[in-house]
């Protein structure tokens, strides 16, 4: 079964950090570009951050840029996503997504995300103010 399994997500005070996990499994991860987006309550969802698949090239919004990072661990089938200084407007539902045709930015900047191959379920942060 193609899966993304996201973990790692909770409550934090503003100015936290929390480092999100997606697990790959079935399917040949490597060959795909991985992301992260986030939807807030009654907003749409947004790239954060994303990795690309063979050169690892990485991709960031501008909203998160010098604060979160993105990570892959080929060994573990696992993208972390490392948030730091977490502000209140950040609290959202975090999801992955896995695609083969793209690359970092234009998976992260895809407006039509929904066709994207492979998503995950979502984990919840909050940040409290």
């Known amino acids: 079964e193609v899966q993304l399994v996201e973990s790692g997500g909770g409550l934090v005070q503003a100015g936290g950090s929390l480092n999100l996990s997606c697990v790959a499994s079935?399917?040949?991860?490597?060959?795909?570009?991985i992301a992260w987006f986030r939807q807030a309550p009654g907003k749409e969802r947004e790239g954060v951050s994303c990795i690309s698949n063979y050169h690892g090239n990485t991709y960031y919004s501008d909203s998160v840029k010098g604060r979160f990072y993105i990570s892959k661990d080929s060994n573990k089938n696992t993208v972390y996503l490392q948030m730091n200084d977490l502000k209140p407007e950040e609290t959202a539902v975090y999801f992955c997504?896995?695609?083969?045709?793209?690359?970092?930015?234009?998976?992260?900047?895809?407006?039509?995300?929904?066709?994207?191959?492979?998503w995950g379920q979502g984990t919840l942060v909050t940040v409290s103010s």
């Open positions: 079935g399917f040949i991860w490597t060959d795909y570009a």
């Open positions: 997504a896995a695609d083969s045709r793209l690359t970092a930015q234009p998976m992260c900047m895809n407006p039509r995300y929904r066709d994207l191959e492979v």
